[in-house]
């Protein structure tokens, strides 16, 4: 059974960090995508990062605030965010795919271009 747990939200002032942690089990973790989004009160649910074999990519509005990383012997991605903002305040989640070459950022970062999701963690960012 595929399964992803993400954990390490909480409440930040602006400016402070955190890191989120998604824990994968149930598949084989080299041969999957595993990206982070997030969906904010009234609003859709965006892709923010995605670790894809070697590659990273991010949304627009975190570039060079958080990264994305991945460690093969935890099977476990996480997500550092810095410099944070009140507009990152959402619920975040972690979501895997099969790897494919074909697929690029634009796939990557869709909701629809996942296949599982683990259940989100809060991150609250107090200005």
């Known amino acids: 059974e595929v399964q992803l747990q993400a954990s390490g939200g909480g409440l930040v002032q602006a400016g402070g960090s955190l890191r989120l942690s998604c824990a994968a089990s149930?598949?084989?973790?080299?041969?999957?995508?595993i990206g982070w989004f997030r969906q904010a009160p009234g609003k859709e649910r965006e892709g923010v990062s995605c670790?894809?074999?070697?590659?990273?990519y991010y949304t627009d509005t975190v570039k060079g605030r958080f990264t994305i990383s991945s460690d093969s012997a935890k099977n476990t991605v996480y997500l550092q965010m810095n410099s944070l903002k009140p507009e990152d305040t959402a619920v975040y989640y972690c979501?895997?795919?099969?790897?494919?070459?074909?697929?690029?950022?634009?796939?990557?970062?869709?909701?629809?271009?996942?296949?599982?999701w683990g259940k989100g963690t809060q991150v609250t960012v107090s200005s």
């Open positions: 149930g598949f084989t973790f080299d041969d999957y995508d």
């Open positions: 670790i894809s074999d070697s590659s990273t």
């Open positions: 979501a895997a795919v099969q790897f494919s070459p074909s697929k690029g950022e634009s796939d990557l970062l869709r909701s629809d271009g996942m296949d599982y």
